[in-house]
């Protein structure tokens, strides 16, 4: 699977998701990701954008559980096989593609801050 279809299913997910408050311990998982290594694909992606963070947190998360979505599968094969530059290419569209969203009216902002307040 490309980055460009990965980061549309990882937002599409978030989209969808219906947060009264975030995924358990998420605080802690973002502090984490905040200070690992460098070559980390969470640490590349929470350097880009927070929000964008969450929504491959939240993806990530669920893909590793039964609750499932269209493309779990392949988030954690296409990561996991990729350099680090393909990893950083895709934390770049995955911000950017967040961004877009956030600016586009999309709800996700919303979704963001019932999240991060968790």
Known sequence: MDSDTLVSLIT????????????????????????AD???TEKLVVDESEVAWHAFYVA???????????GQAELA?????????????FAQQ???????CIS??????HRYSNYSSA
């Open 38 to 40: 460098t070559t980390a």
């Open 60 to 70: 990530k998360k669920d893909a590793q559980s039964s609750h499932g979505f269209e």
């Open 12 to 35: 599409q997910h978030y989209s969808d998701r219906n947060f009264r408050r975030g995924p358990y311990k998420a605080q802690d998982a973002l502090d984490e990701a905040k200070a």
């Open 77 to 89: 094969a296409t990561l996991s096989t990729q350099s680090l530059e393909q990893r950083r290419s």
């Open 94 to 100: 995955l911000a950017m593609k967040i961004s877009s």
């Open 104 to 109: 586009g009216g999309n709800s996700l902002e």
